[in-house]
């Protein structure tokens, strides 16, 4: 069965850190790039973080320096280090999985809230 399985968020005082994992179906992780996207209430979902299968990564403007995404490609898991969270930052966090062509993700994960207070 093909899933993206996340876990880690939560509440944090501003300036604090999370990370997020997304335990992946290896047939989804092994080819495929991940991301981290995020949805703020009433506004669009937007791209975070991507990691290719060779490691290569790009970041939203408003993360760089603070958000590292990587991936462990033996246990299937994509990872997204929070640093100096801010409360702009609230939000649902969502795993995705985009195949090579597209340039949308293909699969998600359900999502997890990460919450930052001031």
């Known amino acids: 069965q093909v899933q993206l399985v996340e876990s880690g968020g939560g509440l944090v005082q501003a300036g604090g850190s999370l990370r997020l994992s997304c335990a992946a179906s290896?047939?989804?992780?092994?080819?495929?790039?991940m991301g981290w996207y995020r949805q703020a209430p009433g506004k669009q979902r937007e791209l975070v973080a991507e990691?290719?299968?060779?490691?290569?990564?790009i970041y939203a403007d408003s993360v760089k320096g603070r958000f590292t995404i990587s991936r462990d490609n033996a246990k299937n898991t994509v990872y997204l280090q929070m640093n100096g969270l801010k409360p702009e930052d609230t939000a649902v966090y969502y795993c995705?999985?985009?195949?090579?062509?597209?340039?949308?993700?293909?699969?998600w994960g359900q999502g997890t809230q990460v919450t930052v207070s001031s």
């Open positions: 290896a047939i989804i992780f092994s080819i495929r790039t």
């Open positions: 995705a999985a985009r195949s090579k062509g597209l340039v949308r993700p293909d699969y």
């Open positions: 990691i290719t299968s060779g490691g290569s990564t």
